[in-house]
C-alpha cells in the first residue's frame, strides 16, 4: 500500500519514459484501480519509436509503422498527454507545458502539479555553427526523418537519371554522412545498399556514379565495438567504395557543396548529420542540479541528486556507473542502459512511495552489434568479435528481442520474412510529406517550393 495518493508525472515517451510508466502500472495495479495513483505521460509524439530500426525502416527493410510503438496501446492505465513541458518548477510540484489544445486556441501554457516526477525528455540532435547546415542538413534521429532520407535519396536518382548536365546529376548522385557512430553508420550501410539495389532499374545510372561519404572527426568509427571490429567496418566500408574520412570534420554546406576540414569540396544535395546528441533543452528550465554537460545529477539509485520526488534515467541523466573500474565513472547513453534503468527506477519509485529501501541500478556493458547493410555487420558481445553474416544475423535477433510488445516482433519477423521472399521496394513517396499541395494549387492555392518531394 502507498502512504498517500500519488500523483506520478513522466515526462517524455521514449525508452526511459514508456517503460518507466510500463513499469508503474504493472506495480501499482491495485492502487490505480483503487484511485490511490494516477500516471500522466506527457510527451511530444504519442508513440516510441524503437530507433536501432530506424535504417532499416530508411532502406525500405521495415514498414515505418512497425518501428514505431503506441503508447495509449502499451499503457492503458496511464493518462497520455500528447504535448511539451516548458519548464519544471520541482520547489513547487509543478511543470508548465504546452498541448495540442492550447497551440490551437494560443492559450497560455498549462500548470500540471504532481507529487513524484520522471524526467525522461532524452536528447537532441548536437549541432554545431556550419554555414548551411540549418538549410540543408538532414538529421536521423526520428521515423518521420528516416522516411524522408529514404524519399530523398531515390528522388535524388530520379533527378539524376532526368538530366544530362553533369554538374546536376554529380550532385545528385553524391552523398555525404556526418558521423561514425551506431547512426551513421548503419544509416549508410542501409542506404547505400537500397540505391545500389535500386540502380539496376535506372537505364542510366551504375553504382558506380554514386558517391558514398562518412566523414568522423575522431581516428575511429563505432568505438562501442572495439578497435578491431572498428577497423574492419572501415575496411567493409571502403570495399564497397565508399569514401571513409578520419579525422575530418565538415566545415560548410552552404550553396549544397560540403567543404571539409582537409580542402575537399563534394557539390552534393544530401547531407546527413548524425554527429552526436546533446540534453534536451528542457533540463535548462528545471531547477534541479546539472553536470557541465548539462545531464542531471543523479544517485545510483536514479534519484535526482539532493531533491526528493524527483527522478532521472537515460539521455537526461549521469548516472554513476558502479561496475566501472574508475571512480566517477557514469553510464553509457544508450537503450541497453536505459531500459534496464527505466525498470530499476519504476521498482524504486514504488519502493519509495511504500518506504521500502531502494535498488541499486548496477549493468555491466555487455558489448555493442552494428548492421553495416543486408547480410554485413560487426559485433563485439561478451569478449566475442563477429562479423559479416553472423554479426548481422546477431544484429538482427538481438533487436527483434528487444522491440516492446508481441504485436511489433511479429510484423517486424514478418516484414523481415516477405522481403526474403520479394524484391525490394524502391518507390519515393516524397509527396507525403506535402499531401495538400497538389489539392491547394488546382485550387488556385501557391504550393510549397518542392510540391512532389522532400528535397
Same mark, same amino acid.
Given at each position: ?8 508525472? !513522466? ?30 505521460? !506527457? ?25 514505431? /510503438? ?10 497520455? /498527454? ?45 549541432? %554545431? ?56 553508420? =548503419? ?10 539495389? +535500386? ?11 554514386? $558517391? ?21 567496418? !572501415? ?16 566545415? #560548410?554546406?552552404?550553396?549544397?557543396? +560540403? @567543404?571539409?576540414?582537409?580542402? #575537399? ?16 533543452? %528542457? ?38 556507473? @558502479? ?11 544508450? +537503450? ?19 518506504? =521500502? ?10 558489448? #555493442? /552489434? ?16 563477429? $562479423? ?26 514478418? =516484414?523481415? +520474412? ?12 516524397? #509527396? ?24
Amino acid at each position: 500500500m502507498v502512504k498517500e495518493r500519488a500523483r506520478i508525472l !513522466v515526462v517524455g515517451g521514449g525508452y526511459v519514459g514508456m517503460y518507466t510508466a510500463l513499469r508503474l502500472q504493472r506495480k501499482l495495479r491495485h492502487e490505480l484501480k483503487r484511485g490511490e495513483a494516477e500516471i500522466t505521460v !506527457v510527451t511530444p509524439d504519442p508513440y516510441m519509436t524503437y530507433q536501432p530500426f530506424l535504417p532499416e525502416a530508411a532502406a525500405g527493410a521495415i514498414s515505418p509503422r512497425h518501428v514505431v /510503438v503506441p503508447l495509449r496501446r502499451v499503457l492503458p492505465q496511464c493518462r497520455v /498527454v500528447v504535448g511539451e513541458a516548458r519548464s519544471v518548477r520541482h520547489a513547487e510540484r509543478t511543470a508548465t507545458l504546452t498541448t495540442l489544445a492550447t497551440e490551437e486556441r494560443a492559450a497560455p501554457p498549462e500548470e500540471l502539479p504532481y507529487d513524484e516526477l520522471v524526467l525522461a525528455p532524452g536528447s537532441v540532435s548536437r549541432t %554545431l555553427p556550419i554555414p548551411g547546415l540549418a538549410d540543408h542538413g538532414i538529421g536521423f534521429k526520428t521515423v518521420e526523418e528516416a522516411i524522408g532520407l529514404r524519399n530523398h535519396v531515390l528522388e535524388q536518382m530520379d533527378i539524376a537519371s532526368s538530366t544530362r548536365d553533369p554538374a546536376i546529376r554529380d550532385a545528385a548522385l553524391t552523398f555525404v554522412f556526418v558521423g561514425g557512430g551506431f547512426a551513421g553508420v =548503419e544509416a549508410l550501410g542501409e542506404l547505400e545498399d537500397m540505391a545500389r539495389y +535500386a540502380a539496376r532499374y535506372y537505364h542510366n545510372i551504375r553504382p558506380e556514379d554514386m $558517391k558514398w561519404i562518412l566523414v568522423e572527426a575522431s581516428d575511429r568509427i563505432l568505438p562501442e565495438v572495439g578497435e578491431d571490429m572498428g577497423r574492419y567496418a !572501415v575496411t567493409e566500408l571502403r570495399r564497397r567504395n565508399i569514401q571513409v574520412l578520419l579525422g575530418t570534420r565538415l566545415e #560548410s554546406c552552404a550553396d549544397r557543396v +560540403a @567543404v571539409l576540414s582537409d580542402g #575537399s569540396r563534394f557539390p552534393t544535395r544530401t547531407v546527413v548529420w548524425t554527429a552526436g546528441v546533446k540534453p534536451h533543452p %528542457l533540463l535548462a528550465a528545471t531547477d534541479l542540479p546539472r553536470t557541465a554537460r548539462g545531464r542531471l545529477k543523479c544517485t545510483a539509485e536514479l534519484a535526482v541528486e539532493g531533491h526528493a520526488h524527483a527522478w532521472a534515467a537515460g539521455d537526461a541523466a549521469a548516472v554513476p556507473d @558502479v561496475t566501472a573500474a574508475e571512480p566517477g565513472a557514469e553510464c553509457a547513453l544508450n +537503450a541497453q542502459h536505459a531500459v534496464r534503468q527505466a525498470r530499476v527506477l519504476g521498482d524504486n519509485l514504488v519502493r519509495s512511495l511504500r518506504g =521500502e529501501p531502494l535498488e541499486t541500478y548496477s549493468h555491466k556493458y555487455v558489448g #555493442s /552489434v552494428a548492421s553495416l547493410g543486408l547480410h554485413k555487420g560487426v559485433a563485439h558481445v561478451y569478449g566475442r568479435k563477429l $562479423k559479416g553474416y553472423p554479426a548481422w544475423f546477431m544484429h538482427r535477433a538481438y533487436h527483434l528481442s528487444r522491440v516492446p510488445t508481441f504485436n511489433r516482433k511479429a510484423r517486424v519477423l514478418a =516484414e523481415w +520474412a516477405l522481403a526474403g521472399l520479394f524484391k525490394r521496394e524502391i518507390v519515393s513517396l516524397g #509527396s507525403l510529406e506535402h499531401p495538400r499541395a497538389e489539392f491547394e494549387l488546382a485550387a488556385g492555392g501557391k504550393p510549397p517550393h518542392d510540391p512532389k518531394g522532400s528535397s
